[in-house]
Structures are given as structure tokens and as C-alpha cells.
Nanobody, 121 residues
Framework: QVQLVESGGGLVQAGGSLTLSCVASGSIFSINEMGWYRQAPGKQRELVAT???????NYVESVKGRFTISRDNAKNMVYLQMNSLKPEDTAVYYC???????????????WGQGTQVTVSS
């Protein structure tokens, strides 16, 4: 009964900005790491950024200095602020969360359904 829902994707010109949001809802006891991945047509899904419960971020080299990941633990949300977007950033962006549904359960990874980001040149 856990759901992750992304929003905020769309079409933007190169050099523009977008902010993606993802909310986790349902039977959640705690959330550990949250992250954003992306998958371009014909390519494998790749890591974009992750953030720990203590808000320590990690980025793939290609987005460092342009993207910022953040989270609101009280709202079970993770965000991805994307600046200076490039056509090569075009992809479906997915959020994920490693979370526990009970205090005694093992953490499991959940994924959202994805949101399309298209950057035109």
C-alpha cells in the first residue's frame, strides 16, 4: 500500500529550470535513502542523485553544480531542482525510496511511475 508519485515534469528550453517533486504515501514506518533516477530512450536507467535521512546528497558527475536534491522528512517528500538544463537531460525521471512499513520489517525499495522531462535545444 505504499505509493510514490512524481510531479513537475514537462517541456523546457535548454538553459531553463524545472523542479520535480515526489511524495511517498501509505503504510510507512520510516524512510531511509531517497533518490532520483532517469531513463532516456534506448538507454538504461541511471542514478541522478540520492539523499540520506540526514540530508547528505550524492550526485552523478554530469549533474553536479546544476541539480540539487532535497527532502522534507515530515512530509515524506523528495525534490530535484534542475537548473541549466541540457537536451541530454531529456528522460523519464523516477523517484525511489528505501523504506520500512513496520518497525521490525526490512527496508525495501519502492519506485514511482516516472515523470517525463524534455529539454529542447
Amino acid at each position: 500500500q505504499v505509493q510514490l508519485v512524481e510531479s513537475g515534469g514537462g517541456l523546457v528550453q535548454a538553459g531553463g529550470s524545472l523542479t520535480l517533486s515526489c511524495v511517498a504515501s501509505g503504510s510507512i514506518f520510516s524512510i531511509n535513502e531517497m533518490g532520483w533516477y532517469r531513463q532516456a530512450p534506448g538507454k538504461q536507467r541511471e542514478l541522478v542523485a540520492t539523499i540520506t535521512t540526514g540530508r547528505i546528497p550524492n550526485y552523478v558527475e554530469s549533474v553536479k553544480g546544476r541539480f540539487t536534491i532535497s527532502r522534507d522528512n515530515a512530509k515524506n517528500m523528495v525534490y530535484l531542482q534542475m537548473n541549466s538544463l541540457k537536451p541530454e537531460d531529456t528522460a523519464v525521471y523516477y523517484c525511489n525510496a528505501r523504506l520500512k512499513i513496520r518497525y521490525y520489517s526490512a527496508p525495501q525499495l519502492y519506485w514511482g511511475q516516472g515523470t517525463q522531462v524534455t529539454v529542447s535545444s
